[in-house]
């Protein structure tokens, strides 16, 4: 029997009726295989068509408009990746892409200001193409409420009160979208689009390019592909729902397949994030809930701690270390000094 990533439609989340059935759904889809496609979302289909159209729009501007906000000028992580700048693992990443966060000013920093405000910042925005700006905002607060009703539901489904995670999101949420693009395979060239990794923080909602495969998730140590479905986001938790939850709610592994030569694939990854000096709840589950909890992820190369922005500063320094060698040299590794 082949196994797949659970369906799940948020509009029963709507109706008394079937409000509990969607709820139980959610919490043991995110305990089982940490991951799902989300159906009645409600999310306009103009938006999403607006936003694919929009992405490969600015990947097929020439290589000059595109580097003008390259992210080794932002000092916070923010602009343009090109094919090959990010890594994980240690291994290059076979994508290029625009990371986006909260438009916000940078933090003076100072030997009492914790290293993680580096990731408050001005955006770098194509100037060839100001159309990026509108629609990845418009993007951003569409995903931004069904991530909030998302986090209730799992908050109830818990034996918590619904707005158990509020205050963490209420004080400048650190949330970010990545658009990606992923180019075809070069013969000798690398397999990984993106490797084997977990998402650093609370809940990931993603958008795929109708028919555009390659996403694959760790499933009893094997990986099982999770094609995009029309109409469909991909959800998976993140390491801070795997602590709030001592485990009980899993960060799962996941990574990208390099498309087939001369092919290419799209992705938005939305990254619903609390605020970056956020301390995210640890949850007191009920008893038949905590005795399935495994405890959270034990890996020395990966800890996973409770404020959030320190989960969130180790993760970009290990992604870009072009960025970290140029504006934060400090935070690099001795490994990433001597490279």
């Known amino acids: 029997m ?4 659970p369906v799940l439609d948020l509009s029963l989340a709507n109706d008394p009726a079937t409000a509990a059935q969607f709820r139980e759904q959610l919490r043991e889809a995110t305990h089982d295989y940490g991951f799902f496609y989300l159906v009645g979302h409600g999310i306009d289909p103009s938006l999403t068509s607006e936003i694919i ?7 097929a501007l020439p290589e000059a ?3 003008e906000i390259e992210n080794v000028l932002s000092p916070h992580y923010r602009g343009y990746t ?5 890594r994980t693992q240690g291994k290059v990443d076979w994508r290029e892409q625009i990371d986006i966060g909260p438009e916000r000013p940078a933090v003076p920093t100072g030997p009492e200001v914790p290293d993680y405000w580096i990731l408050q910042g001005p955006n770098l925005w194509p100037a060839a193409l100001p159309r990026v700006r509108e629609v990845v905002e418009s993007w951003n607060e569409t995903l931004a409420d069904v991530s909030t009703r998302l ?9 918590q009160p619904r707005d158990v995670f509020d205050a963490t ?7 970010l979208t990545k658009v990606v693009r992923y180019p075809g395979k070069v013969d000798g060239g690398t397999e990984q689009g993106v490797g084997w990794h977990n998402d650093s923080g609370v809940l990931t909602l993603l958008l795929v390019e109708p028919g555009k495969a390659g996403l694959q998730v760790e499933r009893h ?3 099982l592909d999770a094609p995009p479905i029309e109409g469909a ?7 801070m729902l795997e602590w709030a939850t001592d485990g009980y709610l899993k960060a799962t592994n996941h990574r990208v397949l390099a498309p087939e030569v001369g092919t290419d694939r799209i992705s938005v990854p939305y990254f619903h994030n609390p605020a970056l000096d956020a301390v995210f709840p640890k949850l007191t589950l009920p008893e038949e809930l905590a005795a399935r909890a495994p405890g959270v992820t034990l890996d020395a190369s990966n800890p996973i701690v409770g404020v959030y922005g320190d989960n969130a500063l180790k993760s970009r320094v290990r992604a870009h270390p072009d960025v970290t060698e140029a504006h934060h040299p400090h935070l690099a590794s001795p490994q990433q000094r001597s490279a």
């Open 221 to 223: 140590g094997e990986p």
């Open 2 to 5: 082949t196994d797949h990533l």
């Open 169 to 175: 999101f209420q004080d400048k949420p650190a949330t």
């Open 82 to 86: 090109r094919v090959g700048g990010e």
């Open 53 to 59: 159209s929009v992405s490969r729009e600015f990947f």
């Open 233 to 239: 986001l991909i959800v998976n938790i993140g390491e």
């Open 65 to 67: 408009d595109k580097l």
């Open 151 to 159: 986090l209730a539901e799992w908050a109830e489904s818990l034996g």
